[in-house]
């Protein structure tokens, strides 16, 4: 199994481009979500999904659109990329209600 | 969903325990207690969970206390490996939110 896997791992954006950060899992798991995580800081939750079809809000979700057509990916989209954006992006999973989630490597994001 | 504190850094000799605490004084009765770390800047991974009996794994063993308003993390040969950011964070089994909080910055020193 790979896990999960994420790609980019690097990007680097201008103000106001829009992109798709990519997740897939290859474990069958019900459960991903989107992190973000700054300098210094924990991880806070941006959106996640239950299942294919299902998606909720994190804490932190504006700028950010997510959407999960199959188990297996969930591509997490910027719209108009700013500056406030730059941060480390993980996409993590989980098969039954949260007990262990599974990290993906990360992508640095970096909004000029 | 309760919160945590933990103390923001801490230091411990390779081959000795370490012993990470956390509070948690507002949890409720349906709320576990997880443990993960995060590597240098690799994505965090799982260490542990409980509700209210010691746990032990592999990796690590949680202690919580019987009133569960805090808890302790051990790993009980520390390793260079080991040094990393530990979170504590409290969450309701079968709901997805979880909130990570700044976590303990430990480091294992040879």
């Known amino acids: 199994n790979a896990g999960v896997t994420q790609t980019p791992k690097f990007q680097v954006l201008k103000t106001g481009q829009s992109m798709t950060l990519q997740c897939a899992q290859d474990m069958n798991h019900e459960y991903m979500s989107w992190y973000r995580q700054d300098p210094g800081m924990g991880l806070r939750l941006i959106h996640y999904s239950v299942g294919a079809g299902i998606t909720d809000q994190g804490e932190v979700p504006n700028g950010y659109n997510v959407s999960r057509s199959t188990t297996e990916d969930f591509p997490l989209r910027l719209l108009s990329a700013a500056p406030s954006q730059t941060s480390v992006y993980f996409c993590?999973?989980?098969?039954?209600?949260?007990?262990?989630?599974?990290f993906g490597p990360g992508t640095r994001l970096t909004v000029l | 969903d309760a919160k945590t504190t933990q103390p923001p850094s801490m230091d411990c000799a390779e081959g000795r325990a370490a012993n990470l605490p956390c509070n948690h004084s507002t949890i409720s009765g349906n709320e576990y207690v997880y443990w993960y770390r995060q590597i240098h800047s690799q994505g965090p991974q799982y260490i542990i969970h409980?509700?209210?009996n010691n746990e032990t794994n592999e990796m690590a063993s949680l202690i919580i206390t019987e009133d569960r308003k805090s808890s302790t993390l051990i790993l009980p040969h520390a390793t260079l490996r080991d040094t990393a950011v530990y979170y504590c964070i409290v969450k309701t089994s079968g709901t997805y939110k979880y909130i990570f909080g700044t976590g303990t910055r430990l480091k294992v020193l040879a």
């Open positions: 993590a999973s989980t098969k039954d209600g949260g007990n262990e989630q599974f």
């Open positions: 409980g509700l209210k």
